[in-house]
């Protein structure tokens, strides 16, 4: 087996409506190539890329600045067209804890281009010492994220629809994924934009991110 290396990222990839409280409508883990069944798919800039302990700042043109805790993957190899999911295990290097902060006002300003939301500079904490993949290839682990120990999110990653060889191998059928492309597998329940009221962070506020086994995030919002 070819030996993965460390590359620098220049494509970050971010899933969406991902979980079946999240989609707006019925869907099953039944995966075919349905439209009405696929996920949504955006991106960030790699300047919002930033570590597990560093801050996040909110800029004075931000005002719905919201959480998304996630697993993220990290491509060792390229890909394009690959044949099924277990090819597309062979493409993915390692994976670990994610933040997808996303400004809910820029998201969907100008018709939904939600890179415009995503993209802020230190948007996107991940750890960057990433974990090797379980060779069972493990989705029973708990994934959570407080804001100020208040627990807002608390789900396991196998509530994913798609699971992430799938996606992988999805995008891989319209795209060339380079070796150190980061995908963001989408979040679960329990953002701030869903509460009753909207919450949203403000400067002050700490972030917490888990995924069991895989690491810790913690910022700060400033």
Known sequence: ??????????????????H?????SIQTKVLNEDEDHLPLLASK???ALTGPNSPIKINQQN?????????VLKLGKS?????DTLAAREVIQSWGVGNDISDRWWQGNGGGQWIKGKSFPGFAPHN????????DFNLDRQIKCWV?????????????IF???WLVWHLSQSMMLKPGDLIFCGTFPGCGFHQKPERFLKPGDSLRTSIEGLGELNNQIV
């Open 45 to 47: 800039s790699t300047t």
């Open 63 to 71: 005002s719905q600045v919201d959480w998304e805790a996630e697993l």
């Open 20 to 24: 079946i409280s999240l989609t707006g």
């Open 1 to 18: 087996m070819e030996t993965m290396q460390n590359h620098e990222t220049t494509n970050v990839y971010c899933i969406g409506h991902n």
């Open 148 to 160: 100020n120990d208040e627990l807002m999110q608390d789900s396991s990653l196998n509530e994913y």
């Open 128 to 135: 960057i010492d990433f974990k090797s993949l379980s060779p």
């Open 79 to 83: 890909a394009f067209n690959l044949v």
């Open 163 to 165: 699971p992430p060889d």
